[in-house]
């Protein structure tokens, strides 16, 4: 213990330091991801050293894990009883000792206050209710988690919800042995993931909200597993994976573990290398304010443009066969940029920054675009191609020191996310979008190789 408390003070000195000096970790350590994964180790570490007594039921079957730094991760490790109508977990191991029953919300942005707002308040209680009875019995354990707080933004659906649900699943239940129950379950959002959801588990997802019967599993698991953001580690899972895993999942949910049948091209295409633009609408900030300048550019360096604009009602499927079926993907930092991890290895991202994200650009898409396996261009706009100049001049500390108007404070980032918008330069642009041209078309060429080999293999 007192290893762990002499640790904990060292590393939480050295982040006061830091943090009091205003060194730019980003700079010295190019990945803002590993500063916030500092942060997140010493909140770890103060957990740890002083955690809870609650947190580990002594002579229960309930324990709780609360030493992670964006989610909580509790347990029932024998027969328990899920009552949908109060939002209740507990156990029905009589002989377990009663104690103070324990509160959740599992989501996993357990500190954003925001979020959390929009996530049920589970009760695990280490013992059972009075007169308790199961209206139904399953032979599958449960894993309980939330579909509400940021879900409807694509981003956070993936990053939120299913990247960590799939973590969580291959670490606990690697044979899917598992029923999925689901608080915060949204029709729309329930029948967008069905076909994923049906590749996680062998039964069908309980939506708890809609549930009127008290359930019995043989145990419950309650939370997701989160790794960071928009990641997979593959050394904290028993049976390695990573990112580059849970793209080939979704090609086993959407092609079958083989290649999905793009959209046919352009009759003018003639060979071009596909290249999938992505379109934002002014009023929602990041949209290309020249799109049509910026199509006919790719077009006159060589692409074949697939204008894509998604929204809340477009069916993952769709969406899946046009960027798979693709060599290359253009937008600005935004939540449309998730449908990467469609993309093919080898294929191209080309991600525009606007002015003020940067960071949240190479966390959020970029090192993930490396993890995938993809080839990643990145174009970082010059203060006179934000709208922002319009209204501040180019001059101005918005467009030249972002970092102190936000000054840490997040509200103030929808300054850079939400009003701003985008003017390319044509000539600037020009040798990203060469350059990504050049990749998307090697690409191209060797997909036609392999495609041809297995043809004549029968592959």
Partial sequence: ??????TAATFLGLLVIILALNIDLAVYLTDLTLVQGLKGWAWAIKLKTSASPSSDIHGSPVTCDRSHPSYDLCTIDGPALL????????????ASPPHAPMK???????????????????TIASSP????????????PALVFSAGGYTGN??????DGLVPLFITVESIFPDHNVTLAVVDCGDRWLRKYADVLSHLSHGPVINLDRQKETLCFPSITVGLIKHGP????????????SLRDFASFLRGVYCGGGRVAAPPPSPEARGRPRLVLLSRPRSAGRAFLNQPELEALAESIGFEVRRFAPTRGTRLAESYRLVQGSHAMVGVHGAAMTHAVFLRRGSVLLQVVPVGTEWLSEAYFGRPATELGLEYVEYRIEANESSLAERYGVDSPVLRNPRAVVGGEWEKMSLYLKTQNVRLDMGRLRASLERAYVKAKAFMEMARVIES???????
């Fill in 154 to 159: 694509f981003f956070h659906e993936f990053d």
């Fill in 230 to 241: 928009m990641t997979i580690n593959p050394r904290l899972l028993p049976h390695p994976k």
């Fill in 83 to 94: 009552d949908p109508a109060t939002g209740t977990i507990s156990s029905l191991d009589r």
């Fill in 1 to 6: 213990m007192r290893r762990i408390s002499v």
């Fill in 453 to 459: 080999r297995q043809r004549r293999t029968g592959l």
């Fill in 129 to 140: 209710p009075p007169n308790a009875t199961c209206g139904v019995t399953q032979a599958a």
């Fill in 104 to 122: 959740t919300r599992p989501y996993t942005r357990k500190r954003d206050l925001r979020a959390l707002s929009r996530v049920k308040e589970l």
